[in-house]
């Protein structure tokens, strides 16, 4: 009962502003997060409320009368302030949150230039693109933002099983190119390629401390994945770097000393690769995690957690700051935004999403190994085509033992062109892309199905950036449920059209919404009757 919460002096109006009891004005006093906000009761009633105007005074009455009564004091509550400072810090930024490296390309240099102009950090999505691409847009990145430390920036790096020299190529790029941060994606496990990366540019201070040129954020979704990188490189592996002179001895040694990654990305229920966990029982798993290995290996050096997935209202990014995340990474929320590479037609279709209005389809990078990404169900039928490839794949050992009439369904069904056509294709893009993919397809039947319906996976993505009009219902559109929580929060706002969507100005509202949010439950926490009404936070243009 709040008559039992016991007080810790005296409050004074002193002729301001008298406090706020009503429900409106507490809740208008929640929006107020920059001013320090003081928790009082009346004496009389005992009821609880907020001042702002006033002092704390000594005594039991103030000019004879009884006074308010003082019960807490909250300081000022900035949108920047809610993670970890250390994130600033390591990255010189203004805001602890960060957007992902949405593949082929969807994560543009432009979204990434917005991000970084406003402080905050944006990561390139290299991922599915051939090196010269890639090697475009890094050039185009360092031209635009350049080496200055309040500016930050990074590129994807994906685990490519099925191409490691491609994978081993945009590293080497990375490091030539100075790039000093990278999202490190779909990892099962370290390679040399990520190693690498890792420890180049490690250099011992005169204090003995070490200094990382490059900053690995870690993208896990398990303790067994997160756990190579929190802990240093493997021996063999470093031995195998420094035989080959792709590191020194110096930084081999000081490998031995820091982790892999000192910022890891718990990434729940999000769109592209997951595995569907929700972030409240995860992401607590890792941060346990993250202790214990920092214990047993005496790091001096903070280990920040971020969160992902999920994360598309206000409440929700608060949450993931109430957990403990050092920052936050969105992304399905982004590719919609203005700045996204994707088509003008596959943003409309983003904005008309629900909650679950997703599926889960085979992954192009991943086929073979039955892997899937969630993606958009609403106004596509990527999700179900998919599905269907690979139960094809999966029951058949060749194209050749489809039969007949399976054949001409699955083409035009599914494919939309003939199979012979895909091939043809499909040889066209391997010949310049790796020509082994052929040879493996020519010795192995099995292969060469996998390569022909990896067209189709590949394709529907790239189709939905060009918004290639014949090939809408084939859109790929990677997202998860925090689309559809999104657009219902955005509602008759000026965020819910589409050409209103600017990846900074969702960013200021998800950030000072949770901002708000959090002052809602700091206040109710005292006591203080918080309104349904404060928890809601309505987008409005930001600056």
Not at 305 to 318: E, Q, Y
Request: aromatic share 8%.
């Amino acid at each position: 009962m709040a008559t039992d919460l016991q007080p810790i002096g005296l409050w004074s109006s002193q002729g301001a502003s008298a406090p706020a009891y009503s429900a409106s004005d507490i809740e208008a006093a929640c929006h107020r997060v920059r001013e320090p906000v003081h928790v009082v009761r009346d004496a009389k009633s005992g009821k609880l409320g907020v001042a702002f105007a006033g002092e704390p005074r000594a005594g039991k009455t103030v000019n004879g009368a009884p006074s308010e009564l003082w019960m807490a004091t909250l300081p000022a509550l900035y949108p920047e302030w809610l993670g970890d400072r250390s994130f600033q810090e390591a990255h010189g930024v203004r805001f602890p949150y960060c957007t992902g490296a949405m593949a082929n390309g969807i994560a543009t240099t432009r979204l990434v230039i917005a991000m970084a102009r406003a402080r905050m950090l944006g990561f390139f999505g290299a991922a599915g693109l051939a090196k010269p691409r890639v090697e475009a847009a890094v050039d185009e990145l360092v031209r635009e933002l350049g080496g200055s430390p309040e500016l930050a920036w990074g590129v994807n790096l994906i685990h490519s099983p099925q191409e490691p020299e491609l994978e081993a190529a945009v590293a080497d790029l990375l490091i030539q190119r100075g790039v000093r941060r990278v999202e490190a994606s779909a990892f099962m496990a370290l390679t040399p390629a990520i190693v690498r990366y890792a420890v180049v540019g490690l250099r011992e201070r005169p204090d003995g401390t070490i200094e990382r040129r490059h900053h690995v954020f870690a993208k896990i979704s398990r303790p067994e994945v997160a756990r190579p990188f929190l802990m240093p490189a493997p021996q063999a592996m470093l031995d195998a770097l420094l035989s080959k002179g792709l590191i020194t001895a110096d930084e081999a040694r000081l490998a031995r000393r820091v982790p892999i990654a000192e910022d890891i990305t718990v990434e729940s229920d999000s769109g592209g690769h997951t595995d569907n966990r929700p972030l409240g029982a995860v992401f607590p798993i890792i941060m346990a995690l993250r202790d214990e290995i920092a214990r047993e290996q005496g790091y001096t050096r903070p280990i920040r957690v971020g969160a992902a997935g999920g994360l598309g209202t206000p409440s929700s990014v608060a949450s993931a700051f109430a957990l403990g995340a050092s920052y936050v990474l969105t992304g399905s929320v982004n590719q919609a935004a203005i700045e996204s590479g994707l088509s003008e037609a596959g943003r409309v279709m983003l904005a008309q999403a629900g909650l679950a209005d997703v599926i889960m389809a085979p992954a192009a990078d991943m086929f073979e190994m039955g892997v899937k990404v969630q993606v958009l169900r609403r106004g596509t039928m990527f999700g179900t085509r998919g599905l269907r490839l690979y139960e094809v794949y999966h029951s058949h050992d060749s194209l050749e033992s489809l039969s007949p009439a399976a054949r001409a369904k699955l083409e035009k069904e599914v494919l939309g062109t003939s199979v012979d056509e895909v091939w043809a294709a499909t040889q066209s893009f391997w010949r310049e892309r790796d020509p082994r993919e052929l040879e493996k397809a020519t010795a192995n039947p099995k292969h060469k199905m996998a390569l022909c319906f990896r067209w189709y996976l590949g394709l529907s993505s790239r189709w939905a950036i060009t918004g290639e009009p014949s090939r809408r219902l084939d859109y790929q559109i990677w997202c998860g449920p925090a689309m559809g929580a999104f657009n219902d929060w955005v509602k008759g706002s000026f965020l819910e059209k589409p050409e209103a969507r600017t990846a900074v100005q969702i960013a200021r509202n998800l950030l000072e919404g949770a901002a708000v949010v959090t002052r809602a439950q700091q206040l109710r926490t005292y006591g203080v009757p918080v309104p349904a009404a404060s928890f809601r936070f309505a987008p409005r243009p930001l600056e």
